[in-house]
């Protein structure tokens, strides 16, 4: 099957006043039809300049993007127009008609297209039923929670009936409740119209909501990428773990010469196997960090262990856990 996105050696530059400043470097990846592919970094590593070179807002310097079997950079600007109407876009901000109603907002991509206003009404408050937002169809932006807005933002952008959904830091500029709604919503979206979704996030928690698979960008460089339960499982590299352990912030340091980080299943997070293990060795350990997270509604749990300086009882501690079917991954240091 021929991935629907397909991302080749792509390079980005920008020009400034006294160097050039490198946004991407060789990045290359396949999303499939269906997928909600996370794609994450921290502030500055580059992931938003990649969604935007993914619909031609921004042109690569090099590389290729093949969006539905067309490389962008082979169309005329006609045909690139009409190919970025399979490619919806949410932001931020919203970036609502502040002087339009709700109902107007959505309406506007269908007016554009040509579609007469009785037949786009009729279409918007479908999709205002989709965000469960019929209610407020008369209102006007300024009148609207960010959560609602956003929702508004979601249903203009299915009025395209696109086929790609590009979503850019569109849940930071809410609280987590809002978060958890919005996610939820483009994950019925994707379910129900096959829409494949593109996230554009700085926070794991979004990725492990919603997302199958994930790219982990650092200063421009695609550093690690796969699907999001064998990333969570076992990060490779330093970026990856840094930000799968941004809730180890709790713990100041972790001291001792054995801290090991173990993530258990759906099948072993209900079941008492720090506990089995203290008994079975009559020793002490000190669980330094603690969490279950929802990985695409599966519990998936992680704790960060120290074990006893003992190096023979630590090693028989690390078999007992890896027998248990628990990913096992022994920690030089905190990850800060």
Do not use: W
């Amino acid at each position: 099957m021929e991935p629907i996105i397909k991302i080749e050696h792509l390079n980005k530059e920008f020009k400034m006043k006294d160097t050039d400043v490198h946004a991407l470097q060789d990045v290359s990846l396949d999303i499939y039809k269906g997928d909600i592919y996370g794609i994450i970094g921290m502030s500055g590593a580059g992931k938003s300049t990649l969604v935007r070179c993914l619909n031609f807002l921004e042109r690569p310097t090099g590389g290729k993007v093949t969006v539905n079997g067309k490389d962008l950079s082979a169309l005329s600007e006609t045909d690139l127009r009409k190919a970025r109407k399979d490619i919806g876009m949410i932001f931020q901000h919203f970036n609502l008609l502040m002087q339009r109603s709700v109902i107007d907002n959505v309406c506007f991509p269908m007016e554009i297209a040509g579609m007469n206003r009785r037949e786009a009404r009729k279409k918007a408050m479908e999709y205002l039923k989709i965000v469960d937002l019929e209610e407020k169809a008369k209102a006007y932006p300024a009148q609207l929670s960010g959560g609602q807005k956003q929702r508004v933002a979601i249903a203009r952008v299915l009025a395209s009936d696109p086929k790609i959904l590009l979503c850019d830091e569109a849940t930071s500029a809410l609280d987590p409740q809002t978060t958890k709604s919005i996610l939820q919503l483009l994950k019925q979206i994707n379910r129900e119209f096959g829409i494949t979704i593109v996230v554009i996030t700085h926070e794991m928690a979004v990725v492990q909501e919603i997302c199958s698979h994930v790219a982990i960008i650092d200063q421009g460089n695609l550093v690690e990428h796969g699907t999001v339960e064998e990333i969570f499982l076992a990060p490779k590299s330093r970026e990856a773990k840094r930000l799968i352990y941004q809730g180890y912030e709790k713990v100041a340091e972790m001291k001792g010469k054995r801290c090991v980080r173990i993530a258990f299943s759906e099948n072993s997070s209900f079941e008492p196997v720090i506990g089995n293990m203290v008994l079975a060795f009559k020793a002490p350990v000190n669980i330094l960090y603690a969490n279950t997270r929802d990985l695409d509604g599966v519990a998936k749990g992680e704790m960060v262990l120290q074990l006893p300086e003992d190096e023979e009882l630590a090693k028989k501690m690390v078999a007992f856990l890896k027998n248990e079917r628990l990913a096992v991954e022994e920690l030089e240091s905190y990850v800060s």
